[in-house]
């Protein structure tokens, strides 16, 4: 666990600590999510957040629509090799 602090600025903009950069794996130019749940707010590096968004919202749809994993890895290969 990383604790660090930020000053608000008058724009409300923060700078990030280079520690906290680094594990959110976050350079110039990225975006960040900021999840606020009541008096805390969660950081993630906005990649990986819509990443996990998307695996949880496909969760189990494979067993439902009766697909194996060889399935998708077939499927995976399938849409490298068109590349």
């Known amino acids: 666990m990383i604790i660090e602090s930020a000053k608000v600025m008058s724009k409300g903009q923060i700078t990030l600590p280079k520690e906290i950069r680094e594990a959110l794996g976050?350079?110039?130019?990225?975006?960040?999510?900021?999840?606020?749940?009541?008096?805390?707010?969660?950081?993630m590096n906005s990649s990986v957040y819509a990443l996990k968004f998307l695996q949880d919202e496909l969760k189990g749809l494979a067993d439902e629509k009766g697909l194996t994993e060889d399935d998708i890895m077939d499927l995976v290969a399938e849409i490298r090799n068109k590349r």
């Open 26 to 43: 976050v350079s110039t130019g990225d975006r960040v999510t900021i999840i606020c749940d009541g008096s805390q707010a969660h950081m």
